[in-house]
């Protein structure tokens, strides 16, 4: 079944929550350059990079193309290059450094520990996100509060603790109103999406989830759920929240 029709509801105050991601995008826009989306090619992702081009927001758009991508969402790559007319900036792991930790450690190290499966994130995840996120004055990302515990108190604008700082301009969106809006606007997404898979990472880490489990289920599955974040949004002691009025003027 379709996503769009699974989940597609809007909340009774989407049209607030709308104009204000549209407001805070174009002002983050004027306000932080060099300004970047890091696209995980998630259905929120997707959201963001037809709002970033239908408002003309200067942003680049990065993706984490770490060698383990399903092909669906490799193939949404070529379906967003290809509908939008801009390249994505894609950053891989350092030449040989995936198939230097396979021979070490085997196809499957992340099922292995969990200490093993955070080296993998690292090669794979970590090293290319320093990369792409160098000189960046921000970062744009998908995270919405609903997603999971982790994410609950997840601010519109945040400091990242590295001198940056990290805007959630769909902290507030539900589910429905992801989809409601990908269906209104047909915006592209991935396929996976229609198969069950609400939350989509690398394909070893990643299966369907079954009626009534939550959102980050279906990602790294055999491990707790305070461990589910590859570290891409693990906030350190010198992360902070910053009231919006702060960083605008
Ligand atoms: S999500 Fe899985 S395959 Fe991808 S980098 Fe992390 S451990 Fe490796």
Redesign the pocket.
């Known amino acids: 079944m379709s996503a769009v029709k699974l989940y597609g509801r809007a909340s009774s105050d989407f049209g607030a929550k709308l104009a204000e991601t549209q407001a805070l995008l174009q002002r983050v826009g004027s306000e932080f350059s060099p300004l970047a989306l890091a696209c995980s090619l998630g259905a929120e992702d997707m959201v963001l990079v037809h709002l970033l081009h239908r408002l003309a927001t200067p942003a680049s758009i990065f993706v984490l193309e ?1 060698g ?1 991508l399903h092909t669906e969402t490799l193939a949404l790559i070529v379906q967003i290059e290809s509908r939008y007319g801009f390249k994505l900036d894609l950053y891989r792991p350092q030449p040989g450094a995936g198939e230097a930790f396979e021979q070490a450690h085997g196809l499957d190290a ?1 099922y292995k520990s969990q200490d093993l ?1 955070k080296a ?2 690292g090669v ?2 970590m090293e290319p996100l320093a990369r792409a996120l160098a000189g960046k004055k921000a970062w744009i990302t998908g995270l919405r509060r609903e997603q999971s515990q982790a994410r609950a108190q997840v601010e519109l604008i945040e400091a990242d603790g590295r001198d940056r700082h990290k805007i959630n301009p769909l902290a507030r969106w539900t589910t429905g109103d992801v989809w409601h809006y990908i269906g209104q606007q047909a915006i592209p997404y991935n396929a996976l999406h229609d198969q069950f898979f609400p939350s989509i ?2 394909a ?2 990643t299966r369907a989830v079954t009626l009534g489990e939550d959102f980050r289920s279906g990602r790294w599955w055999w491990e707790s759920e305070s461990a589910k974040e ?1 570290g891409l949004h693990v906030k350190d002691s010198a992360s902070s929240i910053i009231p919006i009025k702060e960083v605008t003027a």
């Open positions: 770490t383990k992340m499966r993998c994130c794979r995840k990472g690398c070893p880490c590859c």
